[in-house]
């Protein structure tokens, strides 16, 4: 294919594949990447895998297609995360045998979302569908980290953003990638956008605190004083 993220390198430690776009059903800008696509160029060749990912996410239902045809294929698979893996990127990269993030690659998990029109019923169909989804999301994460459910359940709520540091602390990547050529003892980090908007909030000035902003110019007051004075 011409794609660009399609393109694959096959060398001694066998194939490189670049997954880089958003992860769809079909293809309408020729910009996405779909199951259909992925399978033929997965099973194109044999042997061992290298897939640098970089996916803001997408349609996680094409995600598990790709999750588990990663998981199927019959040679050692390594993710390597070079830019993001976010939403049902994220799933995805969890298929790897082996999961490499870059020093400034990135890591998102969050709960899986939908647009539901209708009646009460139909909005009560659409939540017990999203609890479901997002169980499902859940059993890959905890295989591969294993972490209990309730812990990564609540880290989902709070749309969690992970450093290549953190990701490798939490079991949900293997290493870093250069990270023997690089001496480095900081820990990564962590950071969600409830905490994220609470600490912002704490800084923001008590009314108490906030002090009147100062006038431009000289007062009315003042003037007509100074008027007066020189009247006289």
């Excluded at 393109?7 to 293809?27: C, H, M, P």
């Amino acid at each position: 294919m011409s794609k660009k993220f399609w393109n694959w390198v096959k060398n001694e430690e066998g194939r490189t594949l670049y997954f880089d776009g958003y992860i769809a059903q079909d293809s309408w800008f020729d910009d996405d990447i779909t199951p259909k696509q992925f399978k033929a160029e997965l099973t194109a060749s044999e042997g061992d895998i290298s897939v640098w990912l970089n996916s803001p996410g997408g349609d996680v239902f094409c995600a598990s297609q790709i999750y588990t045809m990663l998981k199927e294929y019959q040679g050692n698979v390594t993710v390597k995360i070079d830019g993001i893996a976010a939403s049902a990127a994220s799933v995805i990269a969890m298929a790897g045998n082996e999961i490499l993030m870059s020093p400034v690659a990135m890591m998102m998990i969050h709960n899986p979302a939908t647009v539901i029109f209708g009646e009460a019923s139909d909005l009560q169909s659409g939540i017990d569908m999203l609890s479901e989804v997002k169980e499902s999301i859940v059993n890959a994460y905890e295989q591969k980290t294993g972490l209990s459910r309730t812990k990564i359940s609540k880290m989902m709520d709070a749309e969690t953003w992970f450093s290549a540091k953190k990701a490798v602390e939490l079991g949900f990547a293997d290493r870093v990638l250069y990270e023997d050529t690089i001496e480095d003892t900081a820990e990564g980090f962590i950071f969600d956008k409830v905490t994220v908007t609470n600490a912002l909030i704490k800084k923001l000035p008590k009314k108490k605190e906030t002090q009147p902003v100062a006038e431009m110019g000289t007062p009315h007051e003042q003037l007509i004083k100074r008027l007066d004075l020189i009247k006289y």
